[in-house]
C-alpha cells in the first residue's frame, strides 16, 4: 500500500510569491491534517480536514489556506511568501478525525528566498 | 492549552548502551501520548502511542515508554541502541479542537546521537 504521498518533495520560491503543496492520504484515510516544521523545531499544527470539512486552524496568518477534495486529497495554499516561511511541510493522514494514528508523508521542503 | 517538554537538545550513547529520552506533558484530561523519530530529510516515523491502559506501552524497533501520570511523563526507552537509531525524537500529545477534530503538539525534539 502506498503512504502518505507528497508533491513536490522541494521548492525555491521568492518572497511574495504564491505555493501550492499536494497531499494524497492512504487509500481509505479521510482525514489530512497539515504541519509546518521550521529547522530546529517541532512541527507546528496548520489545519486538520475530515471529509472536505476543515476541522481546526493552528496559529497561523490568513495567507496559509487549505482545502480538501472528494477524493480525500489536499493542498495548502501559501501567499505572499515570506522568508520565515522556509520550512518542512508535513502531511498526515487518518482514518478519521480523531487522534488514533497519523501517518506523516515525507514532506516538502519549501525555500523562500 | 496542552504543551510538551522534551529537555534535553542532543544526547550522545555508545552503541549497545541503554537509552532513556526524556518527554513532559501538559493536558489537562487523560492525554493521548505518542513518540515519533525522523531521519534526516524525512517525515515522521510513529514508534509507539499510549491511550489508556497498561501503562508500559511497547513500540517498533524495540522502544518502549512508560506513562507515569503523578509526573506527567511519557520517557521512551531502549535498553540497547544500535547505530541506526541516530535521528531526532519527538514526543507529541494529542488535543481537541473546537471544531471536533485533533491535532498533535510535539516537543523540540532531542537530537540523538550513537557513537560506535
Known amino acids: 500500500d502506498a503512504g502518505v504521498t507528497q508533491s513536490p518533495t522541494h521548492l525555491i520560491k521568492t518572497r511574495g510569491q504564491q505555493v501550492t503543496l499536494r497531499c494524497s492520504p492512504i487509500s481509505g484515510h479521510k482525514s489530512v491534517s497539515w504541519y509546518q516544521q521550521v529547522l530546529g523545531q517541532g512541527p507546528q499544527f496548520i489545519f486538520q480536514y475530515y471529509e472536505k470539512e476543515e476541522r481546526g486552524r493552528g496559529n497561523f496568518p490568513d495567507r496559509f489556506s487549505a482545502r480538501q477534495f472528494p477524493n480525500y486529497s489536499s493542498e495548502l495554499n501559501v501567499n505572499a511568501l515570506l522568508l520565515g516561511d522556509s520550512a518542512l511541510y508535513l502531511c498526515a493522514s487518518s482514518l478519521a478525525e480523531g487522534a488514533g494514528g497519523y501517518t506523516f508523508g515525507s514532506g516538502t521542503r519549501l525555500t523562500v528566498v | 492549552a496542552q504543551s510538551v517538554t522534551q529537555p534535553d537538545i542532543h544526547i550522545t550513547v555508545s552503541e549497545g548502551a541503554s537509552l532513556e529520552l526524556r518527554c513532559n506533558y501538559s493536558?489537562?484530561?487523560?492525554?493521548?501520548l505518542f513518540w515519533y523519530v525522523q531521519s534526516p530529510g524525512q517525515g515522521l516515523q510513529l514508534l509507539l502511542k499510549?491511550?489508556?491502559?497498561?501503562?508500559l506501552v511497547q513500540g517498533i524497533k524495540g522502544f518502549e515508554a512508560e506513562f507515569k501520570r503523578s509526573q506527567s511523563s511519557f520517557n521512551l526507552r531502549k535498553p540497547s541502541v544500535h547505530w541506526s537509531d541516530a535521528a531526532e525524537y519527538f514526543c507529541?500529545?494529542?488535543?481537541?479542537?473546537?471544531?471536533?477534530?485533533?491535532?498533535?503538539?510535539f516537543g523540540t525534539g532531542t537530537q540523538l546521537k550513537v557513537e560506535l
Open positions: 507529541a500529545v494529542a488535543g481537541v479542537l473546537t471544531g471536533g477534530g485533533n491535532k498533535l503538539t
Open positions: 493536558y489537562g484530561a487523560t492525554p493521548y
Open positions: 499510549y491511550f489508556s491502559g497498561d501503562t
